[in-house]
């Protein structure tokens, strides 16, 4: 008996000493840069091996807060400005033609339809063409994080930008028209939540995220502006 729980014993140990052997440190992140566990040398993105140290390391993704998209407290602030001229008379025109826009945003949404997933082009409705209708931010998908150094999320970015080019070229040589907004649907839907998103550019080569910031200014702008006029009228507060 004492033989079978030498053994036993041995064998547990043997195992334990495997495992400590195997568990290679995580990649550290600063911010959105990636440093090796054990010299916290700088690494190439999706990097095993530090090219330093020479040292074999776990990656691992990390997450960061959305910067493209409004928080709890942004919301609650700029809709508490929203209420308050609202309640005070008829908006005007500038901000009327916002009302919509105001009436749904929320954290988390598509900031330049406001999370309506529509907007007004030459009088008539059409989809966002940043959020392509589904109302969310593109950059985190809705949940205010976003991930930093996802395998998978970096080669849909490089497979969608072939294709991309391919489309380019292939329209360039048969003069066919490029269904760009098929592509532009595709990268939408396979790197929204990722920071690969930060890259995605509509037909006309803009930024989406940072043309719905544009908007998102513009329409904060406008009712502001509006707030500060009325707080400097006699009898404002």
Same mark, same amino acid.
């Given at each position: 008996?004492?033989?079978?729980?030498?053994?036993?014993?041995?064998?547990?140990?043997?195992?334990a000493?495997?495992?400590?052997?195997?568990?290679?440190r995580d990649v550290?992140?600063?911010?959105?840069?990636?440093?090796c566990?054990?010299?916290?040398?700088?690494?190439?993105?999706?990097?095993?091996?530090c090219?330093?140290?020479?040292?074999s390391?776990?990656?691992?993704?990390t997450t960061e807060?959305?910067?493209?998209?409004?928080?709890?407290?942004?919301?609650?602030?700029?809709?508490?400005?929203y209420?308050?001229?609202?309640?005070?008379?008829?908006?005007p025109?500038?901000?009327l033609?916002?009302?919509?826009?105001?009436? =749904?945003?929320?954290? #988390?949404?598509? $900031?330049?339809?406001?999370g309506?997933?529509k /907007?007004?082009?030459?009088?008539?409705? !059409? *989809?966002?063409?940043?959020?392509?209708?589904?109302?969310?931010?593109?950059?985190?998908?809705?949940?205010?994080s976003?991930?930093?150094?996802?395998?998978g999320?970096?080669?849909?970015?490089?497979?969608?930008?072939?294709?991309?080019?391919? =489309?380019?070229?292939? #329209?360039?040589? $048969?003069?066919?028209?490029?269904?760009?907004e /098929?592509?532009?649907?595709?990268?939408? !839907? *396979?790197?929204?939540?990722?920071?690969?998103?930060?890259?995605l550019?509509?037909?006309?080569?803009?930024?989406?995220?940072?043309?719905?910031?544009?908007?998102?200014?513009?329409?904060?702008r406008?009712?502001h502006?509006?707030?500060t006029?009325?707080?400097?009228?006699?009898?404002?507060?």
């Amino acid at each position: 008996m004492k033989w079978v729980l030498f053994t036993s014993g041995c064998v547990v140990a043997l195992v334990a000493l495997g495992f400590l052997a195997v568990d290679e440190r995580d990649v550290i992140w600063e911010g959105r840069t990636p440093l090796c566990g054990y010299c916290r040398a700088e690494l190439a993105h999706h990097a095993v091996v530090c090219r330093e140290c020479n040292r074999s390391l776990d990656w691992r993704p990390t997450t960061e807060e959305c910067r493209w998209c409004l928080e709890r407290k942004d919301v609650d602030h700029l809709l508490r400005l929203y209420r308050e001229i609202a309640k005070a008379g008829p908006l005007p025109p500038a901000l009327l033609a916002c009302e919509p826009y105001f009436d =749904a945003i929320d954290v #988390g949404a598509c $900031t330049y339809c406001g999370g309506i997933g529509k /907007v007004m082009e030459n009088g008539e409705e !059409a *989809a966002c063409p940043v959020c392509r209708d589904d109302k969310r931010c593109v950059a985190c998908g809705g949940t205010r994080s976003v991930v930093i150094g996802d395998d998978g999320a970096h080669r849909r970015a490089r497979e969608r930008q072939d294709a991309h080019l391919r =489309a380019t070229v292939r #329209g360039g040589v $048969t003069d066919l028209p490029l269904n760009d907004e /098929v592509l532009a649907d595709e990268d939408v !839907a *396979a790197l929204r939540g990722y920071v690969e998103a930060e890259d995605l550019t509509d037909a006309h080569g803009r930024r989406v995220l940072e043309l719905a910031r544009e908007r998102m200014k513009a329409a904060f702008r406008t009712l502001h502006e509006e707030h500060t006029k009325r707080a400097k009228a006699p009898g404002g507060s």
